[in-house]
């Protein structure tokens, strides 16, 4: 069992920008890596997810071009870069892992075996 740990959510104000990081206890490299947000009464949304060893990217169409998922090996920790944040976008974010993940077969639908507790960012109009 790998533990996931989400720092850095808040509010902030629409048009803001935060910044969250996912560490986990393990060496990450070889990872596919995602990030997801759950708003109350909706269904869990998978947001980005990123092969790290090639450095795939995949976003969901809402946050394309305003969030951007990148990870650091020395860390072992992926960031989720929010900027342009909307009000639509307060969720729970939550993180999540999966090791050797082909990177063909590391998107948005991976199967994620690892999950985080989740942060709260709240946008404010």
């Known amino acids: 069992q790998v533990q996931l740990a989400e720092t850095g959510g808040g509010s902030v104000q629409a048009g803001g920008s935060l910044g969250l990081s996912c560490v986990a206890p393990?060496?990450?490299?070889?990872?596919?890596m995602g990030w997801f947000r759950q708003a109350p009464g909706k269904e869990r949304e998978a947001v980005a997810a990123?092969?790290?060893?090639?450095?795939?990217?995949w976003y969901a169409d809402s946050v394309k071009g305003r969030f951007t998922i990148s990870h650091d090996n020395a860390k072992n920790a992926m960031s989720l870069q929010m900027n342009s944040l909307k009000v639509e976008d307060t969720a729970m974010y939550i993180c999540?892992?999966?090791?050797?993940?082909?990177?063909?077969?590391?998107?948005?639908?991976?199967?994620?075996?690892?999950w985080g507790q989740g942060t709260q960012v709240t946008v404010h109009s």
């Open positions: 393990t060496d990450t490299s070889r990872f596919c």
């Open positions: 990123l092969y790290v060893r090639g450095g795939t990217t």
């Open positions: 999540a892992a999966k090791p050797n993940v082909p990177g063909r077969e590391c998107t948005l639908r991976t199967k994620f075996l690892y």
